[in-house]
């Protein structure tokens, strides 16, 4: 979004909301995604209740901003500052990640057998999105009239148990490859690889003690080297 996009939203919102009196919370999901413009043309929003229309500053008090992300670097400090509360980053728990995936096993239409929730949730490694691709995995593996197991299923995926995938692999290999360190770009080029992709993986491989981020590049541990050990094939 833009600031002009930002604006535009704020002025739909107002019509749409009708009453004076409604109030409205607008979430900004992956606010870091946004252009430096478009976090600028929120810094008065939260911060005075104001916005920039075409015409000028225009009130807002009716207006809530809920901002999250995952790359709190990435947001201008200026606007981190703004936020009058800032909650930390939880990981997703091993009991919230199950429930997590028994719920998008009911939403698709799967039967896990008994315990394959938790075996599932540790292989997603916290990350909802990798749970998602198992219970998809899992789904299609009944359709096809295969037994649904965490083993089948991390098989077809290509997880390890305890949530490495072929991409956090890759990244791993290319690490140990050139010496044991190595810059974004060169990950991403030697990985095939887009450096944003690269960012997203890594962070579960940082979480992990596989690799280390320094000013220097992305340093293997001895935890990373002992992963492609136990998983040369994966």
């Known amino acids: 979004l833009s600031a002009t996009d930002i604006s535009d939203e704020i002025m739909w919102c107002d019509v749409a909301r009708g009453d004076d009196s409604t109030p409205v919370v607008w979430l900004v999901d992956e606010v870091h995604l946004l252009p430096t413009s478009g976090q600028d043309a929120l810094l008065p929003v939260v911060e005075d209740y104001e916005f920039e229309a075409p015409w000028g500053a225009e009130p807002c008090p009716w207006l809530t901003i809920v901002a999250a992300t995952t790359e709190r670097g990435k947001v201008i400090e200026p606007l981190r500052d703004r936020f009058r509360i800032d909650p930390p980053f939880d990981e997703y ?7 997590i995936v028994d719920g998008m096993a009911r939403k698709v239409g799967v039967v896990l057998p008994e315990g394959a929730s938790a075996g599932l949730a540790r292989a997603a490694a916290g990350v909802p999105r990798q749970a998602a691709r198992l219970v998809v995995a899992a789904r299609d593996l009944a359709d096809a009239g295969r037994a649904v197991t ?3 299923v991390l098989g077809v995926c290509r997880v390890t148990p305890d949530g490495y995938t072929r991409r956090h692999l890759d990244v791993l290999r290319v ?6 360190k190595a810059g974004l770009r060169l990950i991403a080029d030697q990985a095939g690889m887009s450096t944003a992709e690269v960012e997203l993986t890594e962070r579960t491989l940082i979480r992990f003690g596989a690799i280390r981020r320094t000013p220097q590049g992305r340093v293997l541990t001895g935890g990373g080297n002992q992963v ?3 998983h040369p094939d994966l």
């Open 93 to 99: 728990t091993s009991g919230e990640m199950a429930r």
């Open 150 to 152: 965490v083993e089948s």
């Open 175 to 180: 690490i140990r490859e050139v010496g044991g």
């Open 228 to 230: 492609l050990r136990q």
